[in-house]
């Protein structure tokens, strides 16, 4: 049985990140592939996981290297679920960064998405109690 390689990329190729993000269902990515290109292209860090050559996989991050690192993408092809890859990617993006003071996330509001980010020493704002924090985000 192939197992999964999971490493940094540096030039993922369009057609792999348009399979891989229509997989999920990302259209707002899928639906601008140069603009898709061009956000992966220019991260600071991306980590993919392979099976036979075939991409199942990928985390991304920006980072200035200090005092920030803003996890933007973690995907799993559905094929691909629930067999550790999505904590091994993360774990790969927080081991790159373990030095960094911030490691920043938005994601969906889903029970499962929070419980998988929780597992892995992140928390919601409102969990650091009242008046310490404050997010914002602006779209479009």
């Given at each position: 049985?192939?197992?999964?390689?999971?490493?940094p990329?540096?030039?993922?190729?369009?057609?792999?990140?348009?399979?891989?993000?229509?997989?999920?269902?990302?259209?707002?990515?899928?639906?601008?592939?140069?603009?898709?290109?061009?956000?992966?292209?220019?991260?600071?860090?991306?980590?993919t996981?392979?099976?036979?050559?075939?991409?199942?996989?990928?985390?991304?991050?920006?980072?200035?290297?200090?005092?920030?690192?803003?996890?933007?993408?973690?995907?799993?092809?559905?094929?691909?679920?629930?067999?550790?890859?999505?904590?091994?990617?993360?774990?790969?993006?927080?081991?790159?960064?373990?030095?960094?003071?911030?490691?920043?996330?938005?994601?969906?509001?889903?029970?499962?998405?929070?419980?998988?980010?929780?597992?892995?020493?992140?928390?919601?704002?409102?969990?650091?109690?009242?008046?310490?924090?404050r997010?914002?985000?602006?779209?479009?």
């Amino acid at each position: 049985m192939d197992e999964f390689v999971i490493g940094p990329e540096s030039d993922v190729p369009l057609e792999d990140l348009l399979d891989l993000y229509g997989a999920v269902g990302w259209t707002a990515y899928t639906d601008k592939p140069e603009l898709l290109r061009r956000g992966v292209a220019g991260s600071s860090y991306v980590v993919t996981a392979r099976l036979g050559g075939r991409l199942l996989g990928l985390a991304r991050a920006i980072s200035d290297d200090a005092t920030i690192c803003y996890l933007q993408d973690v995907l799993v092809h559905p094929e691909a679920q629930r067999r550790g890859i999505g904590r091994q990617l993360l774990t790969a993006v927080l081991d790159r960064y373990r030095e960094t003071r911030q490691k920043v996330l938005l994601t969906d509001d889903e029970p499962a998405q929070r419980a998988f980010y929780e597992s892995l020493g992140y928390g919601e704002i409102r969990d650091f109690g009242p008046g310490t924090l404050r997010a914002f985000v602006r779209f479009g």
